[in-house]
Each structure stands twice: as structure tokens, then as C-alpha cells.
């Protein structure tokens, strides 16, 4: 019983200790950019005070972009980790299953689509409408988790498979996506490869509030099914014998997971790499219960792409860097090592 106890001691901890961490980067995250400001600048700000200027910065501009940071991070880091679990994958992600690519072709066949429309109907409000974009990006997203969760169901598809069909899912939406590029003229591509990046410099008030009711309700349900979830680690048959529906659960989990994937890259565009490292960073620090797991991911993921987009804003500064490139350079390496070394094994 000791064991047990001092594992979930260090859970708690290392817990504990990524929330302090992750509370502790805020305040960078908002005294840091173009513009510099102070403890007291932000604190006035954040309680309606002080300089009308310093107020738009902070309550306009920054406390969107690291609320965005916050969310997103953790909702591509759930969305990997129940990714990897039920499709028994270590190699599973929002990105390598093709959902990220089918996302940016919806949103870059909308800004094509609405850029010829509104240049044909003289209406330029429809160029560029970020909303129909976001919506454009999100339907594709769900189309391609409803293709996969098909493939899933179609004859009890492996894990393998679903890793297949995603590859050639990017494949063919990345085709797709260069094709409208080619096509598109300087105005229209120019807003196609800004999304492509991923930028959280697209948050506002507006789309943080629609993330946060998509990502709440999917994080209460994941933690709700984590046992069921848990099971599929022993396999499906075993899964079967403890009374879980596993293709139910299959299917709903890739669905919700998904979902949040998409609402995330309908507003901020393709952040790669976040779903992919952070689940197997959170499990070599705290071990493979599900329940820890998760929370360790949408902690630990909501720090990471924070601390990617302070980076980003201060690297190169006064030029603000797409978040994407710097998630990039750090996951591109660590997919080369999940490739080459043996992941920690379940016990």
C-alpha cells in the first residue's frame, strides 16, 4: 500500500506544481509584447482602471491571446491523449489523423470561396469574414472525424489502419489546400498561409467564449469515462468482457476529441504537434491512469503552448512569430524520437 501512495503523492505533486507554473506565466504573458507593461499597468487594467490605452491591450488583446493559449493547449493535449488511447497508437494525434489538415482546407476553401464571391457580388464584407471561415474550418474538421470514426466501425478497423487513413487523409487535404494556394491571388493567399501557421493572435472575447463552452463540456465527459476509456488499454475483448461498448466509446471519443480539435483550429488554424507530445511527456511524469492523464495533459498543454507564445511575441520582438512555427520546431524532433525509441510501456 505504501507504493501506491507515494505514487499518487508525486502525482499530486508534479500536479500542483505545473498548476504554479502555469499561474506563475501569466503575468509575463500579459506584460510582455510590442509594448511593454508593469505589475501595476495590468493590475488597473484587469479592475477596469487606469490608462484607457493600457486597458485595450490587456483586456482587448492579451488577456484573449493567453486565455486562448490556455485553452487551446489543453484542448489539443485531451484531444491526443484520447487519441493515442483508444485507437492504441502512440503515434495518434489530432494531426497525424488528418483532422488538423481537414480543418485548414475548410478554411482556406472558405476565403477563397467568400474572396470570389464578394469580389463578384461587390460585397466586401464577406471577404475575409473571419466567423464563416471559422465555420467553414470546423464542418470540414467534423466531416473528416465522422470519416474516421466510419473507418473505425467498418469491419473493427486497427490501429493501424485509423494511422493509414489519417496520413492519406493530410495527404489528400494538403493537396487540396495547395491547389486553392495556387489558385487563390496575393490577398487570399497571404490569409491562407496565416492559418496554415497557427496564430492566437485571432483571439477575441467572442471565440474564447465558444472555446470554453466546447472544451468544458468535452473535459467533464472524458474525465466521466475514464474507466471505460482505461479498459481499452487491455484490448477490446477485454474491454467487452468488463461491460464497455467499445465501439460506442470508440466512436464518441474520436467525435468529441474532434470536436474540440476543430473549434480550435477553426479560430486559431493548424498549431501542430501540441496533441502528439504533451500526452507522452504527461505520462512519463505521472505515470498511465487515465484520470491523470488528462488533467496532466490539459495542465501541461495549456503551459507548453503558453510558454510557445510567449516565445514567439518575444523572440524577435517588435515582429510576433505564428505560435505554430514554435510548437513546430520543438514536436518535429520529438516525433523523430518517438519513431526511433521505445515508448514507456502500460504496466
Not at 139 to 168: D, K, N, Q, V, Y
Not at 178 to 187: A, R
Not at 277 to 297: C, D, N
Request: glycine share 8%; hydrophobic share 60%.
Amino acid at each position: 500500500m505504501q507504493k501506491p501512495r507515494q505514487q499518487k503523492r508525486k502525482q499530486h505533486l508534479l500536479l500542483l506544481l505545473i498548476l504554479v507554473l502555469l499561474l506563475l506565466l501569466i503575468l509575463p504573458a500579459l506584460a510582455l509584447g510590442s509594448s511593454d507593461l508593469g505589475l501595476r499597468e495590468i493590475v488597473a487594467a484587469l479592475i477596469n482602471g487606469g490608462d484607457a490605452g493600457v486597458q485595450q491591450i490587456v483586456l482587448g488583446i492579451r488577456l484573449p491571446r493567453v486565455l486562448a493559449a490556455l485553452m487551446a493547449g489543453a484542448a489539443l493535449s485531451i484531444s491526443g491523449a484520447v487519441i493515442q488511447t483508444v485507437i492504441r497508437n502512440p503515434l495518434g494525434s489530432p494531426y497525424t489523423l488528418g483532422l488538423s489538415a481537414a480543418s485548414m482546407f475548410g478554411a482556406a476553401l472558405a476565403i477563397v470561396m467568400l474572396g470570389h464571391w464578394a469580389r463578384q457580388a461587390q460585397l466586401g464584407m464577406l471577404a475575409n469574414n473571419p466567423w464563416l471561415i471559422s465555420a467553414s474550418a470546423f464542418l470540414f474538421g467534423l466531416l473528416c472525424a465522422l470519416f474516421i470514426t466510419g473507418i473505425a466501425r467498418w469491419r473493427g478497423a486497427s490501429p493501424e489502419t485509423l494511422i493509414m487513413a489519417g496520413i492519406i487523409i493530410s495527404a489528400l487535404f494538403g493537396s487540396a489546400t495547395s491547389l486553392l494556394q495556387y489558385l487563390s491571388d496575393d490577398v487570399e493567399l497571404a490569409a491562407i498561409v496565416s492559418w496554415m501557421f497557427g496564430d492566437l493572435g485571432k483571439a477575441t472575447p467572442q471565440n474564447v467564449r465558444i472555446m470554453a463552452l466546447a472544451l468544458l463540456p468535452a473535459l467533464l465527459w472524458f474525465l466521466a469515462n475514464t474507466f471505460p476509456l482505461s479498459t481499452l488499454h487491455a484490448g477490446d475483448e477485454v474491454a467487452a468482457s468488463l461491460g464497455v461498448r467499445v465501439n460506442r466509446l470508440r466512436m464518441l471519443s474520436v467525435v468529441v476529441a474532434s470536436l474540440i480539435t476543430a473549434v480550435t483550429v477553426a479560430f486559431f488554424g493548424v498549431i501542430a504537434f501540441v496533441g502528439l507530445i504533451i500526452p507522452h511527456i504527461t505520462r512519463r511524469l505521472l505515470g498511465f491512469g487515465e484520470g491523470v492523464v488528462l488533467t496532466g495533459s490539459a495542465l501541461l498543454g495549456a503551459l507548453f503552448l503558453l510558454a510557445s507564445d510567449l516565445l514567439a511575441r518575444t523572440l524577435v520582438a517588435p515582429v510576433v512569430l505564428p505560435v505554430g512555427i514554435i510548437t513546430s520546431f520543438v514536436g518535429a524532433p520529438f516525433f523523430l524520437y518517438l519513431l526511433f525509441h521505445r515508448l514507456p510501456k502500460r504496466p
